[in-house]
């Protein structure tokens, strides 16, 4: 396929761990993220941080016990850990026994909640990068949570939940909806693309006028769609004085496995009454490709060749060209050098 390993998950990257309303403070949530247990903890002052979700004396995951003055205790015998992983508290020493609880740690991922989603760098060693990538952040919205949150889990592996993502050509089979158009709405397009950081873009234009959700926004709409690895997709709509922006965020939970975290965010307050309306857009969008990569899986579980063809997958080729100069370019300790070139892709949908 294209040269690639289709089992790279890549690491030295943020991922959205989950949406951040889904913790509330003194809080814990599990997740697994490229096969590691991680625990995501909010202390009461609302601040988070990320740790490896194994207690290092038996191995019992933290996120079974509770968060004590912002600090994680195990629940088996209470042994306590920082946000930076390092053990404070061993109840059962006695005063005249010199074991040091601060030489015992486990590992804490960087953390950090940025416009309302939670991200946790998956570093590729035991030394972190210095300085860490920055966090993607949405344009024209500040500090805002998002409106709404969709969070979905596909069985099916990462390159393929964003290939799907970036497919241009299955909108008018998959997401066949009286609200956003038909088959027969089928037509030619021309879209001029170029390299962005860590991905490439759809140059700033008109939405296509068959989308008939875009309508309602009123006055003149423009929009730009970005990618970026490791499976981000940036949506910045432009309708007159207001934005309004989307972000997917697909996490790896193992080789096998892709969270989806959908995240809507707008500056038009006449927009918030039709909440419920887009969140059922959503769900119904997201519900349609997840679908569609579980019966592809089916398939794939019998590890057919497949074929990607100009110009409706080109920006799936982009996608593996991007993560291997992405993978080349920390092996040889070089900056990274996109191979995206400005092009333009036509194709019928
Ligand atoms: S297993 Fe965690 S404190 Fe003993
Ligand atoms: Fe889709």
Not at 19 to 47: C, F, H, I, N, Y
Not at 135 to 153: D, F, K, N, Q, Y
Not at 235 to 258: I, K, Q, W, Y
Request: aromatic share 8%; charged share 25%; net charge positive.
């Amino acid at each position: 396929m294209d040269g690639t390993d289709r089992s790279t998950l890549l690491r030295d990257l943020w991922y959205v761990a989950l949406p951040g309303r889904k913790l509330k403070p003194g809080k814990m949530v599990a997740k697994t993220m490229l096969g590691e247990p991680v625990v995501v903890a909010r202390r009461q002052d609302g601040s988070v941080f990320a740790l490896r979700d194994l207690c290092p004396h038996r191995g019992v995951p933290l996120s079974f016990g509770r968060v004590v003055d912002g600090e994680v205790e195990c629940p088996y015998h209470g042994w306590r850990f920082d946000g930076g992983g390092r053990c404070t508290l061993i109840p059962s020493l006695v005063a005249d026994q010199d074991m040091d609880a601060g030489r015992v740690g486990v590992r804490a991922y960087p953390c950090r909640e940025v416009q309302g989603n939670i991200w946790v760098f998956i570093p590729a060693g035991s030394d972190l990068p210095d300085p860490l990538p920055p966090i993607v952040e949405l344009p024209g919205i500040g500090e805002a949570s998002p409106r709404l949150v969709e969070s979905m889990t596909f069985d099916c592996a990462m390159d393929h939940a964003v290939i799907g993502l970036m497919d241009p050509a299955h909108g008018p089979f998959v997401h066949r909806s009286w609200f956003w158009r038909s088959r027969r709405s089928i037509h030619e397009k021309a879209k001029s693309f170029g390299p962005s950081e860590l991905g490439f873009r759809m140059i700033r234009h008109a939405p296509s006028k068959n989308a008939r959700a875009y309508r309602i926004l009123g006055g003149a709409v423009s929009t730009e769609i970005a990618f970026r690895l490791p499976g981000l997709r940036l949506e910045h709509v432009e309708a007159g004085r207001h934005t309004l922006c989307g972000l997917t965020a697909l996490t790896p939970v193992d080789e096998r496995t892709t969270e989806v975290h959908h995240a809507i965010y707008w500056t038009m307050p006449w927009l918030s009454p039709l909440i419920p309306a887009v969140r059922r857009i959503a769900r119904t969008f997201l519900g349609q490709d997840r679908s569609m990569v579980e019966m592809q899986a089916k398939g794939l579980a019998f590890d057919p060749p497949l074929m990607l063809i100009n110009d409706a997958d080109v920006q799936a080729k982009w996608y593996f060209r991007l993560k291997k100069e992405f993978v080349a370019s920390r092996v040889e300790q070089r900056d990274f050098v996109n191979p995206v070139k400005e092009r333009v892709l036509r194709w019928r949908s």
